[in-house]
Structure formats: C-alpha cells, structure tokens
C-alpha cells in the first residue's frame, strides 16, 4: 500500500482516489453492475454504458459512440478522466490489428511501441469501486501505507442514512407509513425528526440482529427529514412514533404492569392492601412508557387503583 487517501466517517465523491496500490489508484464511481472484466476498446455491453455515464457524470463526455460501445469517445474520455486524478490510463499490450488499429490511432492517447504490437488503453476492474449512490461515506480502513493488499481494504456506505427499528406485534397495529417519528440520539445529544417509510409483513426471527431471546418482532424503517450526521452510522438511536391520541382520558398502567398467564389472558394485578386481585384487561395505545388498558364490563377498576408492576412493589392505576 504505497498511499491511503481516506479515513472513516469522510465524505466520498465521484472520481475521487481512495487508496494507492503499487503506484495505481482505487477510485469510486457511481455504478450498479459490479466490475466483472476489464474493458477496452471494440467492448460492449452494460457495463460499457455504466462506465460512459460515470465517465460523462465526472466531466468526461464520450463523444459520439453509441450507449454501450467502448469506441474512440470513451477512449479519450479513459485517458483525460485518468489524467484529472493524477495517473495514466493502463495500457494493455496485444498484437496490432486492423480492429486495434482503428482503435488506437489517437497518438495523443497511446503510443505504438512497433509495427506487430499495440498498446490498447484498458479500464481494469481492479481500480475502480462501484456504488449505487452517492453521498458515499467510508466506514472503516483496514488497511496502512506499506501493508500489502489483501482481500480487504476498506468499507463504503452509500446513500442517505435510514433508521431500522423494531416493534412488538401490539405495537405494528398502531404503526403505519407517513406517521411522524422523533429520532433522538445519546451520542450526538440531538433529536431528530422522520417519518415511517414502512413497516414489514413479516416477523424477524428470535435472537436475529441482537433482540431478545425468544421475542419476535417486525422492523419499522423510517426515513429521516434530513439527512443524519455521519456518525450515527450504525449507532443506536432511539424513536417515537407518534401512533395515536385517544379523544378523552383513559385507564393507563406502567407497561410493566402488563403480564400474560399461561391461559393467554392479558391481565393486570390490583392490591388492596394484603389482598391481590388479577383483571384481565385490553390493552391499547402505549407511550412514555404507560399501556392504555381496559377492563371488562362490570369489573371495577378505577384511575388511583394501585397495580402490581415489575420493578417496583406497586404503582397507581392513572388517567391520561
């Protein structure tokens, strides 16, 4: 590794050099279809049209050849996108053809070193990162001036950031796309606000992606209203999904207050004095941590009742 031209948490642009291996670069472009070959003129194909547009995006028009044709345009357009960064465009040695020879007749672009052999100017899929999107930000660098390349150098994100979080199957009942959300962060001390972009169909199966064991929930991913400082990037942050307001007050416990038997009946449990009560209750709308409840017809359980909750021998029955 001869030059490191980035680090984590910086900002990344088209055509810009990341790393220096041996004396060539690795830079980024914007692209979909992965490099899988090296291009060169006479090629054609997608991955010919993405180059002419990352190419043309980074101030290096093709000229006339058509969309997916590696010609003369995208030759010189190689040579003067290379130039901008710093470096030569690689060249591949190949015997001198009519083909080749039409297609290296620019002596500003290559030089013909003799009558049988060519010099054909190549786009290796060695130097270049594809991504989707840009802003780009590094994430991590894994590697320093004078180690040797190995398989990996560094790690990009690209795109905006989003927020994934994950709920409760009573919790996505109340969830729903364009409800607002406030995303607040302990690392940077900030709030942020969002909207749900979705909420998935499916569960997320016990103990992936770090939950708890044995609880299955949904992913709620919610797109921010601006975009988020750098580094948030893989951080925890915590949301508030704005869901509903009940129109008057309601019954309302701790959440965890909440318990379910082993018949599945949801229930709370009233103390008055030595003497425990269990009531089945509904449960509602949930927020700041209180679960709206409601009891069944002719059970009597009213706002200053005090109830049973998990971390503390008792709290109030509240309206709110």
């Known amino acids: 590794m001869t030059k490191v031209k980035t680090a984590p948490g910086k900002k990344v642009s088209v055509g810009q050099v990341l790393l220096e291996i041996s004396g060539r670069?690795?830079?980024?472009?914007?692209?979909?279809?992965?490099?899988?070959?090296?291009?060169?003129?006479?090629?054609?194909g997608e991955d010919v049209v993405q180059l002419q547009a990352a190419l043309l995006e980074s101030g290096h028009p093709t000229g006339g050849d058509p969309s997916g044709v590696f010609g003369m345009g995208t030759q010189r357009a190689l040579v003067t996108f290379y130039r901008s960064i710093g470096y030569e465009v690689p060249g591949l040695n190949a015997p001198m053809t009519e083909?080749?020879?039409l297609a290296v007749n620019d002596s500003a672009t290559v030089e013909q070193e003799n009558d049988s052999v060519s010099v054909i100017p190549t786009f290796p899929m060695s130097e270049v990162i594809f991504v989707q999107s840009f802003p780009a930000h590094v994430d991590e660098v894994y590697v320093s001036v004078g180690d040797e390349a190995g398989a990996s150098l560094l790690s990009l994100s690209s795109g905006a950031l989003t927020v994934e979080g994950l709920v409760t199957p009573q919790e996505k009942g109340m969830i729903r796309p364009g409800q607002k959300v406030r995303i607040y962060s302990d690392t940077t001390g900030r709030q942020f606000t969002g909207k749900v972009s979705s909420v998935s169909k499916n569960k997320r199966p016990a103990n992936d992606g770090g939950q708890e064991s044995g609880v299955e929930n949904y992913v709620v991913?919610?797109?921010?209203s601006e975009p988020l400082p750098?580094?948030?990037?893989?951080?925890?942050?915590?949301?508030?999904?704005?869901?509903?307001?009940?129109?008057?007050?309601?019954?309302?416990?701790?959440?965890?207050?909440?318990?379910?038997?082993?018949?599945?009946?949801?229930?709370?449990?009233?103390r008055r004095g030595r003497t425990e009560r269990r009531i089945p209750v509904t449960v509602g709308m949930t927020g700041d941590g209180f679960v709206q409840i409601t009891p069944p017809k002719g059970t009597r359980l009213e706002a200053g009742a005090q109830v049973v909750v998990g971390v503390q021998p008792r709290s109030t029955v509240g309206r709110s």
Do not use: C, H, M
């Open 230 to 270: 750098v580094k948030l990037n893989g951080e925890n942050v915590q949301l508030t999904v704005v869901a509903a307001s009940s129109r008057g007050k309601v019954l309302a416990v701790p959440s965890s207050a909440i318990s379910t038997g082993a018949d599945g009946l949801t229930s709370v449990t009233e």
């Open 221 to 224: 991913k919610v797109t921010p």
């Open 25 to 44: 670069p690795l830079f980024v472009l914007r692209g979909s279809v992965p490099a899988y070959r090296d291009l060169v003129p006479g090629k054609r």
């Open 99 to 101: 083909e080749s020879n």
